[in-house]
């Protein structure tokens, strides 16, 4: 009885109801797609540096993209990382649920915890990947944001976590790079991986 109202208790901190539609969110096609099977599988494990060089390497395509939704050029740019599933070897700093579309928001950067970050993103519907996200992260009595922490400083990691994350490439033309796109750690790029299949904890 006592481990069922633990798991209830859990559910409830960490519900989340879209402040948007998921039809009226920005790029909604381009970020809630889920037909993995039809991209290109980029056959070498990448890093954030990688991913780093995509802001200069494609600005050119990423300038005429639309936000949104109901606009064609909201749509999946062809012949940049939307094309393809990434394999990211990183380090987990911080998690955010988003109020906007209860995404999971996710710092992933390198050992050292001044470097830049990237911004990876678990979508509300693969359900099954944020429950293994929560579970572990109670394990370790870490914090979300919007779940189980409002203030977002305390909620980074004194040590992060090795992962292993599984996502499509992704421009969120939302947030212009040195704007907005999270906080002073991962604002500097907009390239993401979202959505993230899934995530392996090492």
Known sequence: MFAIILTNVSAQVCSCKALTPKTLQRRSGAKHANNYDDFFLHKDTITVHYIYKWQKKYQAKTDIIKTNPANPASKRQHDTPEDSLYILKG????VKQEDNDCD????????????????????????ELRNKIFKKLESLHLKIVNCTISKSKKAHFKTPLPVIIIGLGFYDASHKPDTNHGDDHSKKYSWELHPVKEIIFE
């Open 91 to 94: 380090f987990m700093w911080f």
């Open 104 to 127: 999971l928001h996710i710092e992933i950067g390198t050992k050292d915890s001044a470097a830049t970050r990237i911004v990876v993103e678990v979508p509300r519907e693969n359900q």
